[in-house]
Nanobody, 122 residues
Framework: QVQLVESGGGLVQPGGSLRLSCVAS????????MGWFRQAPGKERELVAT???????NYADSVKDRFTISRDNAQNTVYLQMNSLKPDDTATYYC????????????????WGQGTQVTVSS
């Protein structure tokens, strides 16, 4: 009933930029935290950035000052603007959201998108 759909990944040269989008849809009553995680081959999934419902943000040290997370609460959408991309940013990026359903038990569930590939290479 709830789906997260990511877009915006691709191949970019070092120093380039990409903008990722994630739209949550379905039986949604409210959304708390939304964020982005990434996972590179041979590494654990790691937090990239999160934003609370009021827009408060948190970033991994490795992306701070290069990435910007934002959200449009009316559209249930979260964005990740990625600038000054480095080869180390290469990973599958996953959208994550804490969502309470309209028809449910008043509990928060965690949802994930299928991921979008970001490759930074010359």
């Amino acid at each position: 009933q709830v789906q997260l759909v990511e877009s915006g990944g691709g191949l970019v040269q070092p120093g380039g930029s990409l903008r990722l989008s994630c739209v949550a849809s379905g039986d949604i009553f409210s959304i708390n935290t939304m964020g982005w995680f990434r996972q590179a081959p041979g590494k654990e999934r790691e937090l990239v950035a999160t934003t609370n419902s009021n827009g408060r943000t948190n970033y991994a040290d490795s992306v701070k000052d290069r990435f910007t997370i934002s959200r449009d609460n009316a559209q249930n959408t979260v964005y990740l603007q990625m600038n000054s991309l480095k080869p180390d940013d290469t990973a599958t990026y996953y959208c994550n959201a804490e969502i309470k359903k309209r028809t449910g038990w008043g509990i928060w569930n965690e949802y994930w998108g299928q991921g979008t590939q970001v490759t930074v290479s010359s």
